[in-house]
């Protein structure tokens, strides 16, 4: 399976980009390896959660909103925002723009205020494997909604609410092999604009084994291998133009097998 690659926000990461699949509509110009270069981590073997297209909401409700997660399908047309969040066009828009990055590690305690541009030129490069999560810096989630106001208003985010929550969005950009531990809050939809994203989810009450400070590819090359069966996470990769759905509380990581681009509507 040729990997397919585009973009969106988070830091930092060690995967290298995979061309695109045939057909694709192309990386939005952010995968930059060199040409025979494969990525150095790959999908899972088998998705384990359930991709719906079509879903209605009265179904989404009944069986997923409050109960499990799951990949929505076709649910929105986001073209015109994802010709937007091509590489040329953000840094011709917002290259001078500052954006605050954060370590990650599970608390993302540290903060580091940066010119978009530099992060895009200088620290947007694939993970280091032995790099601990508070020495890797990845743009995600410290949006100044003002700022960026042009570009959000252009995205079409899940029609699904849930009732007494406000759609709240958070945009990034990462590096290939980056990602962030596992930690939990609200509900919430992850898209994909440009890139791939692997996905490690635990219901709420089966906290899992990982280390606060240890990067999610760290987690996956020495703690993932040694799981039993019982023990392992629900998982999947999310292909651009998909849709996670995760519920309330849920444990979850995120690895970025590609230069991603991405946005998250939080459910709050």
């Known amino acids: 399976m040729t990997p397919a690659a585009r973009p969106l926000v988070l830091l930092v990461f060690w995967l290298l980009a995979a061309p695109a699949r045939p057909g694709s509509e192309g990386d939005g110009g952010w995968q930059r390896r060199a040409p025979g270069t494969s990525a150095a981590v790959a999908e899972e073997p088998r998705c384990t959660v359930e991709r719906r297209a079509d879903l209605a909401y009265a179904e989404f409700i009944q069986h997923y909103a409050y109960s499990r997660p799951v990949i929505l399908q076709g649910l929105t047309d986001n073209s015109r925002f994802r010709d937007l ?21 599970t608390y993302s305690y540290q903060k580091v205020d940066i010119p978009f541009q530099e992060y895009v030129e200088r620290l947007l490069h694939p993970q ?55 930690h939990w809050h609200g509900p919430g939809f992850s898209e994909v ?61 995120t ?12 459910l709050s």
């Open 128 to 182: 280091d494997p032995n790099s601990l999560g508070n020495d890797t810096l990845y743009f995600f989630g410290d949006n100044n909604f003002t700022e960026w106001a042009s570009l959000f208003r252009h995205y079409t985010p899940p029609t699904f609410g849930l009732l007494g929550t406000t759609p709240a969005y958070s945009f990034g950009i990462a590096g290939a092999g980056s990602g962030v531990p596992f």
């Open 85 to 105: 969040c091509s590489r040329e066009r953000l840094l011709a828009s917002f290259g001078d723009n500052v954006v605050r990055l954060s370590t990650a590690n």
């Open 193 to 253: 604009i440009y890139g791939r994203k692997r996905w490690f989810l635990y219901p709420p009450e089966k906290t899992p084994k990982f280390h606060p400070n240890k990067t999610t590819l760290s987690w996956l090359q020495d703690t993932y291998p040694t799981l039993s069966p019982s023990a392992q996470p629900l998982e999947c990769t999310i292909q651009a133009g998909e849709v996670l759905y995760f519920p309330d509380r849920w444990w979850h990581a």
């Open 255 to 266: 690895l970025n097998l590609d230069t991603s681009v991405f946005i998250s509507t939080f």
